[in-house]
């Protein structure tokens, strides 16, 4: 059985050395990489370094701020006079604020982002349109939590005020002034072609040619490991060959000194760590998650050390990160400024809860890195429960009460466990949150601490019996997308449930394979976000309106409709595919789905498209079983009984199918 992998390059750059990079094979559980570390540092692969993409955007507007052609104090609307949005705080949002996440945009992404061998301008020629139909989740700088959209924005900045295109202005302003020759976005390295830097993943068993990035400004830069580790250098103390030592430093700052805060920086996700800065070491960093791709960017201005690892599968930019502190640490070592590993928190636990903290039974939102949802938190006199409701099987976790007011997650015998969560309840603006100490042991790898807002009380949410009932109705099916275009990556997962429960009346949750989303209920066809959670824990919120939607197969039905531009229809909905039909034709923004017929389910087809359009199969588990965009996809096509299949492409074209 051939081993699985992540492939990984590293690279570290010192001033005082040339930068030094190195591939590895790493073994990960669930596999996903076939790759092996044949790839030697002279022979690098091309990266899509995600989110550290968007330490290229801030450079870029630090560099105008820099000429003193923006003013990082001064509202957006001067710089894109198309910026608006259903909110009139909207004006009041400064560049600064799209830098350090405290905007207060709700969405992150939207449709269309991730597109396999199509480098399109759908992005970026419709954020604007996007973000008007949005209202704010928050003031303008209130509190930070992360967003994507503040950096697409980002990008027009630095095309309105350059007069160029932001792929020429990393470019020519970015890229070459370091001798960065493997750095660029997704129109200037591939335009449609990998060549030999292409990568095949795996989602499950299939082989996926990796998507492009279409947001350059958040998440579509593209670079080898040793270019990424050189652009940080320019953020090293008095290197001030992309940016003056003042830009750096007020990048460097945090956007709130109150420690329970996130520490962002502009652009940086950190701009401080404890175990470093114990030791009077500043470092800072920047992660990035896509699918399949993830990377992480550690710089350590005054010592001049920058580490830059890129990690391709089944991976995520905390491993990446895992690394990237490794290297750190090495190097650091070296200079003769050795820093030890964090240790938890050793709490003591009280033999029973006060009166007081029990006034925070109810139920909440509550989400972290690791999951999200509704659950219902009840007290005995030795323990606090937190139940995972609009779930099947869910058992309670348990936490004891610790003499410092806070909770700690405790196992089945009562004990803590290596890791270490503790939750403390604080009550800010006549809202009830929760705030969450994770302390993550990673055996072999090292450990990390987290404390952010993770969770918000929900207020009783009456509603009419017939808009309870609209919405149970709705939870009875599953949804499907149907309006990305056929190259998206969201076809993989193209699935969506509506969640309803007695023990959350008023609400529901939407359901992806990405993770669950609270939303309360205004009618039969509204439902809203709502949290105020002051921290990254409410991020990429959407709301949902239910409109009615004759398709393109002649049924009417329901469409599921979200504010980030995705829509939906039940599966109910969907014609079946039979034996008699022969051909199929496209529209675009609308993809052609069925439900495999009985007479069909279990034989085989084979079709006859355009190279514009592509063919998806899943079983009735909505699983992908079948994809045009799997490398050397085979020309007949299994039918799963009971499954779906979709075609999607653009009009003018149509599929021929063959029994």
Same mark, same amino acid.
């Given at each position: 059985?051939?081993?699985?992998?992540?492939?990984?390059?590293?690279?570290?750059?010192?001033?005082?050395?040339?930068?030094?990079?190195?591939?590895?094979?790493?073994?990960?559980?669930?596999?996903?990489?076939?790759?092996?570390?044949?790839?030697?540092?002279?022979?690098?692969?091309?990266?899509?370094?995600?989110?550290?993409?968007?330490?290229?955007?801030?450079?870029?507007?630090?560099?105008? *701020?820099?000429?003193?052609k923006v003013e990082l104090d001064a509202p957006v609307t001067r710089y894109l006079p198309d910026f608006r949005m259903d909110d009139e705080?909207y004006r009041d949002i400064t560049v600064r604020m799209l830098m350090n996440h405290t905007s207060g945009i709700p969405l992150g992404l939207?449709?269309?982002?991730?597109?396999?061998?199509?480098?399109?301008?759908?992005?970026?020629?419709?954020?604007?349109?996007? @973000?008007?139909?949005?209202?704010?989740?928050?003031?303008?700088?209130?509190?930070?939590?992360?967003?994507?959209?503040?950096?697409?924005?980002?990008?027009?900045?630095?095309?309105?005020?350059?007069?160029?295109?932001?792929?020429?202005?990393?470019?020519?302003?970015?890229?070459?002034?370091?001798?960065?020759?493997?750095?660029?976005?997704?129109?200037?390295?591939?335009?449609?072609?990998?060549?030999?830097?292409?990568?095949?993943?795996?989602?499950?068993?299939?082989?996926?040619?990796?998507?492009?990035?279409?947001?350059?400004?958040?998440?579509?830069?593209?670079?080898?490991?040793?270019? @990424?580790?050189?652009?940080?250098?320019?953020?090293?103390?008095?290197?001030?060959?992309?940016?003056?030592?003042?830009?750096?430093?007020?990048?460097?700052?945090?956007?709130?000194?109150?420690?329970?805060?996130?520490?962002?920086?502009?652009?940086?996700?950190?701009?401080?760590?404890?175990?470093?800065?114990?030791?009077?070491?500043?470092?800072?960093?920047?992660?990035?998650?896509?699918?399949?791709?993830?990377?992480?960017?550690?710089?350590?201005?005054?010592?001049?050390?920058?580490?830059?690892?890129?990690t391709a599968g089944n991976g995520s930019s905390q491993y990446a990160g895992l690394m990237a502190f490794a290297l750190m640490d090495v190097?650091?070592?070296?200079?003769?400024?050795?820093?030890?590993?964090?240790?938890?928190?050793?709490?003591?636990?009280?033999?029973?809860?006060?009166?007081?903290?029990?006034?925070?039974?109810?139920?909440?939102?509550?989400?972290?890195?690791?999951?999200?949802?509704?659950?219902?938190?009840?007290?005995?006199?030795?323990?606090?429960?937190?139940?995972?409701?609009?779930?099947?099987?869910?058992?309670?976790?348990?936490?004891?009460?610790?003499?410092?007011?806070?909770?700690?997650? *405790?196992?089945?015998?009562?004990?803590?466990?290596?890791?270490?969560?503790?939750?403390?309840?604080?009550?800010?603006?006549?809202?009830?949150?929760?705030?969450?100490?994770?302390?993550?042991?990673?055996?072999?790898?090292?450990?990390?601490?987290?404390?952010?807002?993770?969770?918000?009380?929900?207020?009783?949410?009456? @509603?009419?019996?017939?808009?309870?009932?609209?919405?149970?109705?709705?939870?009875?099916?599953?949804? @499907?997308?149907?309006?990305?275009?056929?190259?998206?990556?969201?076809?993989?997962?193209?699935?969506?449930?509506?969640?309803?429960?007695?023990?959350?009346?008023?609400?529901?949750?939407?359901?992806?394979?990405?993770?669950?989303?609270?939303?309360?209920?205004?009618?039969?066809?509204?439902?809203? $976000?709502?949290?105020?959670?002051?921290?990254?824990?409410?991020?990429?919120?959407?709301?949902?309106?239910?409109?009615?939607?004759?398709?393109?197969?002649?049924?009417?039905?329901?469409?599921?409709?979200?504010?980030?531009?995705?829509?939906?229809?039940? *599966?109910?909905?969907?014609?079946?595919?039979?034996?008699?039909?022969?051909?199929?034709?496209?529209?675009?923004?609308?993809?052609?789905?069925?439900? *495999?017929?009985?007479?069909?389910?279990?034989?085989?087809?084979?079709?006859?498209?355009?190279?514009?359009?592509?063919?998806?199969?899943?079983?009735? $588990?909505?699983?992908?079983?079948?994809?045009?965009?799997?490398?050397?996809?085979?020309?007949?096509?299994?039918?799963?009984?009971?499954?779906?299949?979709?075609?999607?492409?653009?009009?003018?074209?149509?599929?021929?199918?063959?029994?």
């Amino acid at each position: 059985m051939k081993k699985k992998m992540i492939t990984a390059m590293s690279a570290l750059c010192m001033a005082g050395t040339v930068c030094v990079s190195a591939g590895n094979a790493v073994h990960a559980e669930p596999a996903q990489s076939e790759l092996t570390a044949e790839k030697t540092a002279s022979q690098e692969r091309i990266y899509c370094i995600a989110s550290v993409s968007k330490m290229y955007s801030t450079l870029a507007v630090m560099q105008l *701020v820099d000429e003193g052609k923006v003013e990082l104090d001064a509202p957006v609307t001067r710089y894109l006079p198309d910026f608006r949005m259903d909110d009139e705080r909207y004006r009041d949002i400064t560049v600064r604020m799209l830098m350090n996440h405290t905007s207060g945009i709700p969405l992150g992404l939207f449709i269309n982002h991730y597109l396999y061998e199509d480098v399109d301008s759908f992005t970026h020629d419709n954020a604007f349109d996007i @973000v008007s139909g949005l209202r704010l989740k928050a003031d303008p700088g209130e509190y930070a939590c992360y967003n994507n959209m503040g950096f697409s924005l980002m990008e027009h900045i630095v095309e309105n005020v350059s007069g160029m295109s932001f792929t020429d202005y990393v470019r020519d302003y970015i890229a070459q002034e370091i001798g960065a020759d493997h750095t660029g976005t997704a129109w200037s390295l591939y335009a449609g072609d990998l060549g030999d830097t292409q990568v095949s993943l795996y989602r499950g068993s299939l082989p996926i040619e990796y998507p492009y990035e279409m947001a350059a400004g958040s998440g579509g830069i593209y670079a080898t490991a040793s270019d @990424v580790a050189n652009f940080g250098s320019a953020f090293f103390t008095g290197n001030e060959i992309l940016l003056s030592d003042d830009a750096k430093t007020q990048m460097s700052a945090r956007w709130n000194d109150d420690a329970k805060y996130e520490g962002y920086g502009l652009g940086w996700d950190f701009v401080e760590q404890v175990k470093y800065e114990k030791e009077n070491i500043k470092v800072m960093g920047k992660g990035g998650d896509l699918p399949y791709m993830n990377s992480c960017l550690l710089v350590a201005p005054d010592e001049q050390i920058s580490a830059a690892v890129l990690t391709a599968g089944n991976g995520s930019s905390q491993y990446a990160g895992l690394m990237a502190f490794a290297l750190m640490d090495v190097a650091l070592e070296e200079r003769g400024k050795a820093v030890s590993d964090l240790t938890p928190t050793e709490p003591k636990i009280a033999d029973t809860i006060s009166e007081h903290a029990k006034k925070y039974e109810g139920l909440y939102y509550i989400s972290d890195i690791y999951s999200s949802g509704i659950y219902r938190i009840t007290f005995d006199d030795t323990a606090m429960y937190k139940e995972n409701l609009g779930t099947d099987n869910a058992l309670p976790q348990r936490y004891r009460y610790t003499e410092d007011g806070g909770f700690v997650k *405790v196992n089945d015998s009562g004990r803590m466990t290596a890791d270490r969560e503790i939750v403390y309840f604080e009550e800010k603006d006549g809202k009830i949150f929760i705030r969450t100490d994770k302390f993550t042991v990673y055996p072999g790898l090292g450990n990390t601490f987290d404390s952010m807002y993770t969770g918000e009380k929900m207020e009783e949410n009456p @509603v009419s019996p017939g808009t309870a009932q609209s919405w149970d109705e709705l939870s009875q099916t599953v949804f @499907v997308t149907y309006n990305e275009k056929w190259t998206s990556q969201q076809y993989e997962s193209p699935f969506y449930r509506v969640v309803t429960d007695e023990a959350f009346p008023g609400y529901i949750l939407v359901k992806n394979s990405a993770g669950a989303r609270a939303e309360k209920l205004t009618d039969e066809d509204h439902a809203l $976000f709502f949290t105020s959670i002051p921290s990254s824990a409410n991020r990429d919120l959407f709301d949902i309106e239910i409109t009615r939607q004759t398709f393109a197969d002649g049924t009417s039905a329901a469409s599921l409709d979200m504010s980030d531009g995705t829509r939906c229809r039940g *599966v109910d909905s969907l014609p079946v595919f039979t034996a008699d039909i022969s051909e199929i034709p496209f529209h675009s923004g609308e993809a052609a789905w069925y439900r *495999v017929g009985k007479d069909l389910g279990g034989k085989s087809i084979a079709v006859e498209r355009p190279d514009n359009s592509a063919v998806f199969v899943y079983n009735k $588990f909505r699983e992908l079983l079948y994809s045009t965009h799997v490398k050397d996809a085979a020309d007949t096509i299994d039918l799963p009984p009971d499954g779906y299949i979709a075609f999607v492409g653009e009009s003018g074209g149509s599929v021929k199918i063959f029994k």
